[in-house]
């Protein structure tokens, strides 16, 4: 029975390049009755068609590139499968996280978007279809060079990112037509959003956009937001924790690292990676664009990635977001399984439906390792961590105060394994395998397999389904 999902016990995915009508299935199938609380979609709104590149179908990246807020037509869906989706997954007890481009527009050139707006660089006639709103010259800039000198924050935040038309956020008119996007967003039920390259834009823009939106229906409050910050030197991830939560890559890094590494014995402490407190933070393994262009530990290397995987999700720092897209092979451009061009719509090629059994898409949230992961998380909720037990760099075992108990060997042989804990006296199921193991005593005796976990919760004690394995042998 998964538990009633709190603050501290949420468990995100990011269904990279899903269409609508998948991600509404996936909700309601699966991520709602397994405990995860969010799903991260890709931008909904409409954005250039970029000619394939080569070797490979429509870039994904070109959904980085608004032409206008009109979410009638992107390779997704249309703006009735949007609507539809974000309130299947509302009643499934998920929110819909939105990707909101709020930086820039489109890079070089001119062209038509995917739902028929014509666009060039620095002119978008007509932003929500109605003929009420336009971006022209004057909508941008202040700079209109690319950046050059990452270290000076002026540049930054003022200058085009790799080329990207930059909105003059600093104009109020600029940031209504913003707030009017992302509140038709709310209105429909989106529960929060990822603020891509928020860096870029000055911190106290982002404060009068997201910190004045409209309260979400369904869920009230205001929508929750976390920041794409890539914190260095000359923009700290700090600065922009006052406005929502912010995106942790000292994390992302120093824990893929370390298990790819099978070094992972000391993670068990609960440093402020970037400065971060884990309230602060929002944490993953890889994102779409680290799977690509700075692969640590990803999809590619199997066990080892739904390994540290399963341990973010038992590990009581920030929040979590787990990475599911598709296999883009050795072609970082490749857009994502399609089905062709249908009926010459203007978005290019439609994505097909998700089937997580062809190889095609990655579905790493279903993986066995992973997908009772979000349970544990819900039934752990904010119960601290106590370390239990390690053998030498390449195996930890924690509690989770009395609700949890999780071991994770990173090694190539298994480990046996006995060690105390506060979990009570029972037999559990794996949530991060199969089997089952029993408590007794406050002590728990169990064999993780190599590269594997074991982790039990209060919720996941098994009852009238505890035969057929033997406790202690999970596998
Ligand atoms: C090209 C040239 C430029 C030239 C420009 C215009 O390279 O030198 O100025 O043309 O002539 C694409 C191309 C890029 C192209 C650009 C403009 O890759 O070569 O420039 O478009 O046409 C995604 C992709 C980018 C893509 C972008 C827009 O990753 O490759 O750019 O979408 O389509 C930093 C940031 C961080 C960012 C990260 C990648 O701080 O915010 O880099 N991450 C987010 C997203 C990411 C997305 C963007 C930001 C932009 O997660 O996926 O970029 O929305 O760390």
């Known amino acids: 029975a998964a538990a009633p999902v709190t603050p501290d016990g949420e468990t995100l995915v990011q269904l990279f390049q899903w269409n609508w009508d998948s991600v509404a299935a996936e909700c309601e199938n699966f991520l709602g009755p397994n405990g995860f609380s969010g799903v991260q979609v890709s931008p909904p709104q409409e954005h250039v ?74 002119e978008h006639p007509d932003l929500f279809g109605d003929s009420t709103a336009s971006y022209d010259r004057d909508d941008f800039g202040p700079c209109y060079e690319e950046i050059a000198n990452w270290n000076d924050k002026e540049e930054v935040q003022n200058c085009q990112l790799v080329g990207l038309a930059d909105l003059n956020t600093a104009d109020p008119q600029v940031r209504d037509h913003l707030k009017r996007y992302l509140n038709g967003l709310v209105d429909l039920g989106v529960g929060g959003f990822r603020v891509d390259a928020a860096k870029h834009v000055p911190e106290a823009h982002i404060a009068d956009i997201f910190g004045n939106l409209n309260t979400v229906p369904g869920f009230g409050g205001t929508p929750r937001v976390f920041h794409e910050v890539y914190g260095d030197a000359t923009v700290p991830y700090t600065a922009y924790a006052p406005y929502g939560e912010v995106t942790n890559f000292d994390y992302q890094r120093d824990v893929a690292g370390k298990f790819k590494d099978g070094n992972i014995a000391g993670l068990a402490q609960l440093p402020d990676y970037g400065g971060l407190t884990s309230d602060q933070a929002t944490v993953f393994i890889d994102n779409h664009d680290t799977q690509r262009y700075h692969p640590t530990l990803t999809y590619k290397d199997g066990d080892r990635y739904h390994l540290a995987t399963a341990f973010m999700l038992a590990h009581p ?5 787990v990475t599911s897209g598709y296999d883009f092979g050795d072609n970082v451009t490749e857009g994502p399984p399609s089905v062709g061009n249908v009926g010459g719509n203007p978005a290019g090629w439609i994505t097909e439906d998700t089937d997580c059994s062809t190889g095609a898409w990655v579905c790493s949230h279903r993986h066995p390792t992973v997908a009772g992961m979000a349970g544990f998380r819900a039934s752990t909720g904010s119960a601290g961590l106590t370390q239990r037990a390690t053998d030498g760099s390449g195996r930890l075992a924690f509690d989770r105060g009395a609700r949890g108990f999780a071991a994770f060997n990173a090694t190539g042989s298994a480990w046996q394994l006995t060690a105390a804990t506060s979990l009570p006296d029972g037999t559990y199921d794996n949530a991060a395998g199969g089997g089952t193991a029993t408590v007794s005593g406050g002590s728990v005796t169990v064999q993780v397999p190599a590269n594997g976990a074991v982790a039990l919760h209060v919720d996941g004690e098994c009852e009238d389904d505890c035969g057929g394995t033997d406790p202690g042998t999970p596998g």
């Open 49 to 122: 068609v970029i000619p394939f590149a080569e070797g490979g179908n429509h870039p994904w990246w070109q959904d980085y590139q608004p032409v206008s807020y009109r979410l009638d037509n992107t390779r997704r869906g249309t703006a009735d499968e949007f609507a539809a989706m974000v309130a299947t997954c509302r009643d499934s007890g998920v929110r819909i996280y939105v990707d909101a481009v709020v930086n820039h527009t489109t890079g070089d050139g001119s062209g038509v978007g995917s739902a028929g707006t014509a666009w060039s660089k620095y």
């Open 317 to 321: 720092y920030g929040t979590p977001v």
